[in-house]
C-alpha cells in the first residue's frame, strides 16, 4: 500500500513539474518573441534619422572645397553606411529568430550579381592599400538567369566575398560557381569562397557560425562587425536549400563552400539592344 501510496506522489509531483515547465517554456517563448520584435522597432526606428544623416550628408559632399571639411564629411558617410549595415545585421537577426525572415523571387543574371558584389567591394584595396587579385570564377554550366532571392543572395556574397577581402593581406579572393545537379527547373549550385588570408584556427571554426562569436576579439577591435555576418548567412543558405561550411588553415587562406537550390529562369528577360549609331 506504502509503494502504490509512493508512485502516486510521485506521479503528481512529476504532473506539477511538467505543468511547471510548460509555463516556463511559454513564458520563454513569450519574452523570446517580445525580444525581437523590440529589436525590429529599434532597427527601424533607428533607420530613420541615419538615412536622413545620409541623405544630407550626400547633399553637402556636392560643393565642399576644402579638403580638409571633405575628410571630415566622407568619414561621416563611411560611420553613417557603418552604422547602417550593423542595425541591418540586427534587424535580420532579429527576424530569424522570430521565424520571420521571408524570401522573394525574382529574375536576375547570377554573373552579373558576383561582378557587382566584387566591384563594391573592389574599393576596400584602394582604401586599404592592399595587392590582392578579384577572380569569380564562373563554370560553363552555370545558367545565366536564375529565379531566386538576388537581395539576399547578394548579401550572402557579400558577406563572404567582403570577410575574405577583410582577412587577406595579400593573394587572391576566388569565388568559384559550378552546378553540382539538375532536374527541371530545379538547379543545385556549389560556390567556394577561397582566400589566402590569415586563416582560422582550428578551435574556433566551429563556434563561427554561431551568434556574436567574433573568433578573436583583437580582431573584431581591429576589423569592426557586429559577429553577426556568418549567423545570418548560415541562416539564408538554409533557407535556400543549401548547406555552408568552411575549412581553413591558419597563415594559409580559408575556403567557404556553400550550396544553394534555386531555379533557372525559363524566360529570362530580353537583353537590351546594343545602342545604335
Ligand atoms: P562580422 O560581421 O563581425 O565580420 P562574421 O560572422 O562575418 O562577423 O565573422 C565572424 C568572425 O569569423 C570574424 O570576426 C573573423 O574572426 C572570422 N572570419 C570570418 N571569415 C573569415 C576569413 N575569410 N578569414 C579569417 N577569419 C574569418
Do not use: C
Amino acid at each position: 500500500e506504502q509503494a502504490t501510496e509512493d508512485i502516486r506522489r510521485s506521479m503528481d509531483s512529476m504532473e506539477e513539474k511538467s505543468a511547471q515547465l510548460h509555463i516556463a517554456n511559454r513564458e520563454a517563448m513569450e519574452s523570446s518573441r517580445l525580444k525581437s520584435q523590440f529589436l525590429a522597432n529599434i532597427s527601424h526606428e533607428v533607420r530613420t534619422p541615419l538615412n536622413a544623416i545620409l541623405g544630407y550628408t550626400k547633399t553637402l559632399q556636392k560643393d565642399i572645397k576644402d579638403p580638409q571639411h571633405r575628410l571630415y564629411v566622407d568619414t561621416i558617410e563611411q560611420s553613417t553606411n557603418s552604422l547602417l549595415a550593423i542595425i541591418g545585421d540586427i534587424l535580420d537577426f532579429s527576424k530569424i529568430e522570430a521565424g520571420k525572415l521571408n524570401l522573394e523571387n525574382n529574375h536576375f543574371n547570377l554573373k552579373t550579381i558576383v561582378d557587382d558584389v566584387y566591384q563594391t567591394l573592389s574599393i576596400h584595396l584602394l582604401t586599404k592599400e592592399k595587392q590582392i587579385d578579384l577572380v569569380p570564377d564562373f563554370n560553363s554550366d552555370v545558367p545565366e538567369w536564375l529565379i531566386g532571392d538576388s537581395t539576399r543572395i547578394r548579401q550572402i556574397l557579400t558577406n563572404l566575398v567582403g570577410n575574405a577581402i577583410k582577412f587577406t593581406h595579400q593573394g587572391s579572393v576566388r569565388t568559384k560557381v559550378s552546378m553540382t545537379s539538375q532536374a527541371n527547373q530545379n538547379i543545385t549550385l556549389s560556390f567556394q569562397v577561397i582566400d589566402t588570408g590569415i586563416g582560422i584556427a582550428e578551435d574556433k571554426i566551429h563556434r563561427l557560425f554561431k551568434p556574436f562569436s567574433q573568433v578573436d576579439t583583437s580582431t573584431t577591435r581591429q576589423f569592426g562587425g557586429t559577429g553577426l555576418g556568418l549567423v545570418i548567412t548560415k541562416k539564408l543558405v538554409e533557407q535556400m536549400n543549401g548547406h555552408i561550411e568552411v575549412s581553413s588553415a591558419p597563415g594559409t587562406g580559408s575556403t567557404f563552400r556553400f550550396s544553394l537550390v534555386l531555379q533557372v529562369s525559363p524566360n529570362p528577360p530580353t537583353q537590351k539592344p546594343a545602342l545604335q549609331r
